[in-house]
Structures are given as C-alpha cells and as structure tokens.
C-alpha cells in the first residue's frame, strides 16, 4: 500500500471570518461559503497559500457542519484548487470531543486544526482522542494542533512523547492572546511558546505558526517568521494593518503581512 503523504502547511495562511465575529464587526467579514470562498480566492491572489475555514449556519453562527463544509471544499476545488483547506473542529463552547472527532471522520479533509485542550479537556478522552489522532496520521490529514498557552506546549509534548498524538513533525498553532475587549497581542508573547517547545520537544521538529489578536497583529507575525516560524492571518485576529488603519478587507491583511516580510521573502 503506497504511504499517504500529509499536506505541508504554507508559510502564509488566512483566516477570514472565525467562529464569532460578524459583519457588525466588518462589512467585507466572509459569513457564507460563497463569500468566504471569494475572500479566499482574493486572498490567495494576495500571497496566502491555505484557507482556515469556519462555516456558519443560516444565522450566522459557527457550526461543526459536515455539509457546509463539504460544499465549502467542493467550491474551493472549483475556484482555488491550488489552496489549501483546513477546516477547524473549535468547540466554541457548543461542542464535544466526540461531536469534533465525528466532523473530521464524516468530512475527511485535507487538514484540520484541533484545539489539544478542547479535544482531550480531561484523561477520560484520551483513549478515543488517540485513536483519533491515529487514524488521521492514518489517512493523511494534516492535523494542526492548537495550543493556547505556554503550559498547552508542555502538555501537548507529554501527550506526544506518550503517543496519544503521534508524529515527529507535528504541526502546532501558537494563539497569542484572546477574544477579549481590547485585548493586543505583542511579538514578545511568543517568547514563552518557544522556550517551551524548545524545553519538551526532544526529538520532534515542531513545524509550527502563530495567530495574534488586535492591532499589532502583523508585528507578531513577522516576528514570529523571523524567528523560523509560519504564520495565520485575517479577520478572525485582527482587524487591523500595521500603521493602525482598518484593513479594506482580508486580502488587504495579507498584502500588508508580506509588504512587512518583503526583506524575509526576498
């Protein structure tokens, strides 16, 4: 049987709406599959090489779906068959362990973001958690792991080194910050994620990224790719570009993260 090969992850990926947003908060926020597929195409035009997709339900809330997410991939494959598509199991607060595992087991995509302390908020989810993570390693999906946290870094290591979550490469998504009124995330909020992995990864070679929230947003994120990471950025994190102006709308966040990286990417 021929090895199935787990998608890399780019060096620029957009998230354009999120779970709880709305249009309240921007106009140009992508709630339909339709708008979110052409936010994704301007963007990908832009210089972001994968989507993080949410999907809403017809109120415009965020839903685990596995056919809103179907269609969402279906049209992606149509318009932008060159982007990658990760979808998110994020709880929200509505959803349970087995209710994220149901949706990536019914939708099989090409790759999905989990939050490690969503999907194993306790010991009694280990054993399905790690059947899971096994049959997605199994089937090629490229798993991102979410981590919240310095001590979720310390956690996911003990949790991979014990084989719940297989992988030598793992793929790790450092949120710095939080929905929060106000709240703004700075490049040196990195800095605890980044002992930590480096204290517990023993031989794993994390490949991992960032997202930041609020106005210094695309600081953080070129930091972040100075220091040899990858990055995800948009409306989910920040509204806002790097001279403090609200962006025009997605695309407008990713042209202003590369005009900040032109000196890394040559």
């Known amino acids: 049987m021929a090895q199935t090969v787990t998608p890399?992850?780019?060096?620029?990926?957009?998230?354009?709406?999120?779970?709880?947003?709305?249009k309240a908060d921007h106009p140009a926020l992508p709630v339909t599959v339709?708008?979110?597929?052409?936010?994704?195409k301007a963007c990908h035009a832009a210089g972001a090489g994968?989507?993080?997709?949410?999907v809403r339900d017809q109120a415009g809330q965020h839903i685990l779906d596995a056919g809103l997410y179907?269609?969402?991939?279906?049209?992606?494959?149509?318009?932008?068959?060159?982007?990658?598509?990760?979808?998110?199991?994020?709880?929200?607060?509505?959803?349970?362990?087995?209710?994220?595992?149901?949706?990536?087991?019914?939708v099989r995509p090409k790759a999905v973001s989990v939050a490690v302390r969503e999907m194993i908020?306790?010991?009694?989810?280990?054993?399905?958690?790690?059947?899971?993570?096994?049959?997605?390693?199994?089937?090629?999906i490229a798993?991102?792991?979410?981590?919240?946290?310095?001590?979720?870094?310390?956690?996911?290591?003990?949790?991979?080194?014990a084989g719940v979550i297989p992988g030598k490469a793992p793929q790790l998504l450092f949120v710095l910050g939080r929905y929060a009124e106000g709240q703004?995330?700075?490049?040196?909020?990195?800095?605890p994620f980044l002992e930590a992995m480096e204290r517990g990864r023993g031989s794993t070679r994390p490949d991992w990224a960032v997202c930041a929230f609020g106005k210094r947003e695309t600081d953080c994120l070129a930091y972040a790719v100075a220091c040899g990471g990858k990055v995800r950025i948009g409306f989910e994190?920040?509204?806002?570009?790097?001279?403090?102006?609200?962006?025009?709308?997605?695309?407008?966040?990713?042209?202003?993260?590369r005009s900040a990286l032109s000196g890394t990417l040559g």
């Not at 994968?50 to 949410?54: F, S, Y």
């Not at 269609?71 to 349970?96: H, K």
């Open 237 to 257: 994190n920040g509204l806002w570009n790097r001279d403090g102006a609200l962006a025009r709308d997605n695309a407008d966040r990713v042209r202003d993260l």
């Open 34 to 40: 339709g708008e979110t597929v052409a936010a994704a």
């Open 121 to 140: 908020p306790d010991v009694s989810e280990i054993e399905e958690a790690s059947a899971f993570y096994a049959w997605a390693q199994e089937q090629g």
């Open 70 to 106: 179907r269609d969402l991939l279906s049209q992606m494959d149509a318009e932008v068959p060159q982007m990658l598509v990760q979808i998110t199991t994020e709880a929200v607060g509505r959803y349970s362990p087995s209710e994220q595992r149901a949706l990536v087991r019914d």
């Open 8 to 22: 890399e992850l780019p060096l620029i990926m957009v998230a354009p709406n999120g779970g709880r947003r709305t």
């Open 50 to 54: 994968a989507l993080h997709a949410h």
């Open 143 to 161: 798993v991102q792991h979410i981590l919240y946290a310095p001590e979720d870094v310390r956690r996911f290591h003990d949790l991979n080194h």
């Open 184 to 191: 703004q995330s700075a490049p040196a909020d990195l800095d």
